[in-house]
């Protein structure tokens, strides 16, 4: 009686969410100080004390105005602001209308998505990757073509991505730094994916939009740069969120940015802002519009998560874990210690470590350790991470 | 190279934002107290000022975690806080479970729209409606079946509502108090809407399911009462938003309550949540599911909305105007003076007052006007519109 799709995407609980619970259940148990929960990926660090001052300012400054209606692509002073924050940043020259406001990065993915799709339009997107890419590429009527890992360094493997391309091929997604592999892609890497899709676009007669998901631009490590993707790839769309950079993944704020060189820019973005249109967003949170717009040079206190990595990465690998050297994000990706990856994730819960399988990222063999947590809970962590290493030997 | 209907509605601009615009650039030209915009549906009240000082101490108070997400159906306590208002007001026993948090009105509708459609499925709207109605349900990849208006009263043409009704009604949506039209349907309408539903579902054999979407629930007049419509027919469904009882349209806040009384409830709500998740609503912004859960027993200062039509409504017809009584909400939706309303619009435009044509409503023949404004300029309007009518003389 209902739809049949919604209600699988209803009743399904992801294996993270499951995980998740299961922690809390454990932690009734055996005490929180026992369980060590790397499942979510929720930013471990407060926003900055300037958001919060800048909400209650504005709340008082203009308590009658702020709560309006904005037009349906955003407050204009608000995205003048983003694209100044960029121009500064990158040398660009972006203007207030190539900004679309959103309701978080998962409303800019379905923004662009839906503004893009036409029947038989296929997504190419590579694992390991987002697992809501394939809901939302699939809510919007098209189809989503995985490339399988390149496990050694988690670039890509340009062999089976050039294979995958057909005239059908409306788009690629990206996702640098990564959830879950925490890896930047390399200069090197983006510009030889630049160039096939430059080619490919030629050789099909048609624009192959790159979409760039950039939720985590601001969190990068020492020795690691993130390319601005745009000024490699001229047909590229940015969608971004504050979730991670300034904390606020509850209070959805993101935005769509079709710049100027985008093959159709005005078409495109017309095409996202109807899409948001059936969607049901009319516009992003009025207060935060302005709140994170005020904010957007700002980051949270992001270097925990640098600390939390330099910890991490060289005491598992001593134990024995493989592990990819992450560049950004606060994801760490290593080989299970069993071909498995299900069975390894139910072993490491029987040393109280709750880490997701690889298998629903598009990368089996794998796990993700979510390490936005607090330091000392790293520390303690490492003894049971060497005791699920020594039960395999 | 884009989707053809997310550019269309991305591109068309509504003849409402159209009569907007014209007002600001006939401000400038004329001033903007000369200009007499009834367009837009935008709260004229602040919201109470307990909206500001809660959100504020919120920030002061929580300022860590109140920006973290919250579950996908909103938070539970603000979930409860929901139900405890309803159970109170009209002596139901709702749980927390059945409440779905949205990011306001048009989302509570996206996500049931397209929670329930089937293939083939159709839903019935009764004229004059919202417009956007056509855009969610379409965008489900449903069918709207339009009743004409009832003209006499913008109750039900219940004729013609029974031979709209197949086996491929899932669903039929009604709106009161009502925008365009102000009208409350009275209990005796949504009694005998009840009937035929019940009388339909049972014929078809399957339930009918009807959503309510009550954004104008709490605007509501001396001598007009809104009946709690769940009470009337087991089957319905309801949507609700904050942006108008708490003059908080830009913040997104609303809500979808499955009642346990309909049919399959816990596939529906799941359907609903699946949708949402599908639709990129990964939660409701977090600070104001608390700032809105925790006043949802207040109301702005609506009685202004009152005190309007008081003196509009017996001015207009003085004049020779032609209005169904409102009972609630803030428009007004006279006969335009010819027949042709868009004509009839222009030549209004010529006298500064600024009313939306009918027809986009499904109701050619009428103008609506937005009265939620000061009231000193409906005062001074009041000699323009005496004027246009004159003009027909």
Chains 1, 2 share one sequence.
């Not at 590579?126 to 399988?148: D, N, Q, R, S, W």
């Not at 880490?355 to 350790?369: D, W």
Request: hydrophobic share 40%; net charge negative.
């Amino acid at each position: 009686m209902v739809n049949q799709r919604m209600l699988g995407l209803g009743t399904a609980r992801s294996v993270i969410r499951e995980l998740f619970e299961y922690g809390k259940i454990r932690a009734a148990q055996v005490g929180a100080e026992n369980v060590f929960d790397f499942s979510l990926g929720n930013p471990s660090v407060p926003c900055p004390q300037e958001v919060n001052d800048t909400a209650v300012r504005i709340l008082r400054e203009q308590p009658e105005v702020i709560h309006c209606y904005t037009s349906a692509q955003g407050d204009q002073e608000a995205r003048q602001r983003f694209a100044d924050s960029l121009n500064r940043r990158f040398g660009t020259c972006y203007t207030a209308d190539q900004f679309y406001i959103t309701v978080g990065a998962a409303a800019s993915l379905c923004c662009v998505f839906n503004g893009l799709a036409c029947p038989g339009d296929e997504f190419v997107v590579f694992a390991p990757y987002f697992p809501e890419y394939k809901v939302f590429i699939e809510g919007a009527g098209a189809k989503m073509v995985l490339i399988p890992p390149e496990i050694e360094g988690f670039q890509i493997d340009f062999d089976a991505f050039e294979a995958a391309i057909s005239e059908h091929t409306k788009s690629v997604v990206v996702n640098s730094p990564n959830n879950p592999s925490g890896v930047v892609y390399s200069r090197e890497t983006l510009e030889r994916l630049s160039a096939i899709l430059t080619e490919k676009s030629r050789a099909y007669g048609h624009p192959i939009y790159l979409i760039s998901d950039e939720p985590y631009r601001e969190i990068v490590f020492s020795g690691f740069q993130v390319p601005w993707i745009p000024q490699l790839y001229p047909d590229t769309i940015v969608c971004y969120s504050f979730s991670k950079s300034l904390s606020l993944p509850g209070e959805r704020l993101g935005y769509v940015l079709v710049p100027a060189s985008v093959t159709d820019s005005r078409e495109v973005y017309a095409a996202v802002a109807g899409a948001g249109r059936s969607l049901g967003y009319v516009n992003a949170p009025s207060l935060f519009q302005q709140v994170t717009s005020l904010c957007c040079d700002l980051t949270s206190d992001l270097a925990v998560y640098e600390r939390n990595a330099k910890l991490l990465v060289p005491a598992l690998r001593e134990m024995g874990y493989h592990c990819v050297e992450p560049g950004g994000a606060f994801y760490l990706f290593p080989r299970s210690l069993e071909p498995d990856d299900m069975a390894f994730s139910e072993r490491a819960k029987q040393f109280d470590l709750l880490l997701v399988p690889g298998s629903g990222f598009g990368a089996p063999g794998h796990v993700r350790i979510a390490y936005c947590v607090q330091t000392d809970m790293i520390q303690r962590a490492l003894p049971k991470f060497k005791a699920l290493a020594d039960s395999y030997r």
